[in-house]
């Protein structure tokens, strides 16, 4: 990974990942093609050009042991914070590295495309006073390809107006979910992918036993040690083989959710 951001800024990606999610427990350490997900997951992201760092960051919980000694087991770096205080894992993160700036990433999603991520980053560039830019709404990437940029200020920001909330518990689970919500107060952007990646009829994001399936289905076919799984090649496999959507079709109506 090479610095290419604007001089004096830094930036990070950061998963967010946990062992013990209720529809799919340990999804994080599924096996595909021989490694475990999460791994998958910072492999292919780890081709973006304008990242710095990528990070981990879990929870301090126990059940999350394993999914630290699998980062140090593959020279993956890492942090533990509160298990659902998700944003204070972010700042905690940011801080650590010292990142300006943050793409969000979900430890669901091993195909998170990082010609995706570049493109966030460098229409960041272009308006740096913006707080927040993502290609994840519901004319954005394909569910499971896409990702969240946001200023390392605007997390502190939401986290100072979250603390004057009555139930506060959803914003700090859902890191973003905040500063998508106020955008009076924050400066927010959507950024559209290249012409034919937007498919809302297609989730690549592991939620399900059949997500997981169909996932390692694309791996099989379209992995090639060295070069990432591109959004353009899922989607040109899929329309081949429209059968394979019907793996989990019946499981993503409507996404994604904003």
Do not use: W
Request: proline content about 6%; overall charge negative.
């Amino acid at each position: 990974m090479s610095k290419t951001v604007q001089a004096g800024r830094k930036t990070g990606a950061v998963i967010q990942a946990r062992l013990n999610s209720s529809r799919l427990p340990g999804k994080a350490l599924a096996d595909i093609l021989g490694r475990p997900l999460i791994v998958r997951l910072v492999e292919q992201i780890s081709f973006a050009r304008r990242l710095d760092e990528i990070i981990v960051a879990t929870s301090i919980e126990p059940s999350d042991d394993p999914l630290c000694e699998t980062c140090d087991r593959f020279g993956i770096d890492f942090m533990r914070g509160d298990l659902n205080n998700v944003l204070e894992r972010y700042i905690c993160a940011a801080d650590s590295r010292e990142l300006d700036v943050v793409i969000r990433i979900t430890g669901d999603n091993p195909l998170t495309d990082p010609l995706l991520i570049d493109d966030l980053v460098d229409a960041y560039e272009k308006e740096p006073g913006i707080d927040y830019i993502n290609n994840v709404h519901r004319d954005g990437s394909v569910h499971g390809t896409g990702s969240e940029l946001v200023t390392s200020a605007a997390l502190k920001k939401a986290r100072d107006y979250i603390r004057e909330e009555k139930d506060p518990a959803a914003f700090q689970e859902h890191v973003t979910l905040y500063i998508r919500q106020n955008s009076g107060l924050f400066n927010t952007k959507k950024c559209h992918p290249p012409k034919g990646l937007s498919r809302p009829d297609v989730s690549c994001s592991v939620d399900h036993p059949e997500d997981l399936v169909l996932v390692r289905n694309l791996f099989s076919t379209l992995y090639r040690d060295g070069n990432p799984i591109s959004t353009k090649q899922i989607l040109e496999y899929l329309d081949k083989h429209p059968n394979l959507l019907k793996i989990n079709s019946h499981l993503h109506g409507g996404l994604p959710a904003f």
